[in-house]
């Protein structure tokens, strides 16, 4: 299917362009600017930047939450130093899922961030720890869907973009 086709079925709501959420990850950490220019006559610097940021972002709040584990619970910290990583790692094989979207990790973030920010208990340093932690988990989600959502734009507007990734599409019919 051509790029015009592909873009008119797509306005008339007759298919779905998906993008696989892991090569649409990789797309932007791991292949060159240089090589995105030469093959779509484009460098999604902004887009490039996004994904990055959240990229580091994620671990980085890993790696903190697990600090404020060990200030809130002392010693007791050794077990967020296993528990915390086993359970970011099996969120994150459940993020490049299709059917993954940010609506429940946001509203456990929010949640938790009020409890912190109100001070609802005594403890800010436990607050801070479990605030910090599902931040790492809603970077993780986040990562995976702006990083899909990103490439499906960037897809759409390029025809160059859709020759170069056409194999990594998914188009289905609606009807």
């Not at 938790?112 to 479990?130: E, L, M």
């Not at 025809?159 to 289905?172: D, F, H, M, P, V």
Request: charge should be positive; include cysteine; hydrophobic fraction near 50%.
């Amino acid at each position: 299917m051509d790029h015009a086709t592909l873009i008119k079925l797509e306005k008339q709501g007759k298919i779905l362009i998906g993008v696989d959420r892991v090569m649409a990850r990789k797309f932007y950490t791991d292949i060159p600017m240089r090589k995105i220019r030469r093959e779509t006559d484009e460098t999604p610097y902004f887009e490039k930047i996004i994904v990055w940021f959240v990229f580091l972002f994620g671990p980085i709040s890993l790696l903190a939450s697990i600090m404020i584990g060990f200030l809130a619970f002392n010693w007791w910290g050794i077990i967020f130093l296993l528990f915390c990583p086993f359970v970011y790692f099996i969120y994150s094989s459940s993020s490049v899922r299709g059917d993954s979207t940010m609506t429940g990790i946001s509203i456990l973030l929010l949640v938790s961030a009020c409890i912190y920010f109100f001070r609802v208990f005594d403890n800010p340093k436990i607050t801070g720890f479990v605030t910090v932690f599902i931040l790492s988990l809603w970077c993780i989600r986040l990562l995976y869907c702006s990083s899909t959502f990103l490439l499906r734009n960037f897809v759409i507007r390029n025809e160059k973009a859709y020759q170069y990734l056409s194999q990594y599409l998914k188009i289905r019919s609606i009807e």
